[in-house]
């Protein structure tokens, strides 16, 4: 006889997952309790406990979100670009555009990271894979504007460190102003390295 698993509809825990990041974006991680995500989704506990059985889970779920929101606006922003140089220097662009968001609070993995990173190993981890994604597609393009594998990857760690920066920066200031400032710099140590 095969085993019964009792799933939850896609919609029903994309649902969940996206209520969970308002809150926990907004208010942070540790002072949001699983029946506060309940009431704000309109589900059951039981339905809650059957998407996601744990709230590390949940914080995984919406991370994960995270991730995937921050590929494509990274993406669709390098992707309209041209040149090399231009695609670097566009991830500042998608940047302010962000900060100017009214409901921008930071890079939630930093901010999950700064909650829970010391606590929770799986936490730590999952930012760390986020910041290293980063870190690779950085390089990737990098690497189109300067051919030497060393001076790419050294260009990539400063650019990423830069963007990176800017995030904490406008988070803390309520400014989109560290964006432009990051890709005034990002331009200037790019055309260092292509030189």
């Given at each position: 006889m095969a085993a019964t698993t009792n799933t939850v509809d896609p919609d029903v825990r994309a649902h969940i997952t996206a209520v969970a990041d308002e809150l926990f974006y907004t208010r942070g991680i540790q002072s949001v309790g699983m029946d506060q995500i309940r009431t704000a989704a309109g589900v059951s506990l039981k339905k809650l406990y059957a998407a996601f059985p744990g709230k590390e889970q949940?914080?995984?779920?919406?991370?994960a979100g995270r991730h995937d929101y921050w590929e494509r606006g990274i993406g669709q922003a390098v992707d309209a670009a041209t040149s090399p140089r231009d695609k670097l220097l566009a991830?500042?662009?998608?940047?302010?555009?962000?900060?100017?968001?009214?409901?921008?609070?930071?890079c939630g993995f930093i901010n999950a990271f700064g909650e829970l990173g010391a606590t929770s190993p799986a936490v730590a981890?999952?930012?760390r894979a986020h910041k290293d994604s980063?870190?690779?597609y950085v390089e990737g393009l990098a690497l189109?504007?300067?051919?030497?594998?060393?001076?790419?990857?050294?260009l990539a760690a400063q650019l990423a460190?830069?963007?990176?920066?800017?995030?904490?920066?406008?988070?803390?200031?309520g400014d989109t102003a560290p964006a432009r400032h990051a890709r005034l710099a990002a331009a200037t140590l790019i055309d260092v390295a292509t030189r």
């Open positions: 949940l914080i995984a779920a919406v991370l991830m500042y662009d998608f940047l302010e555009t962000w900060f100017g968001d009214e409901t921008f609070r930071g981890e999952i930012a980063f870190q690779r189109q504007a300067v051919p030497d594998p060393e001076r790419a990857e050294e460190l830069l963007a990176e920066g800017a995030q904490t920066t406008a988070a803390i200031a």
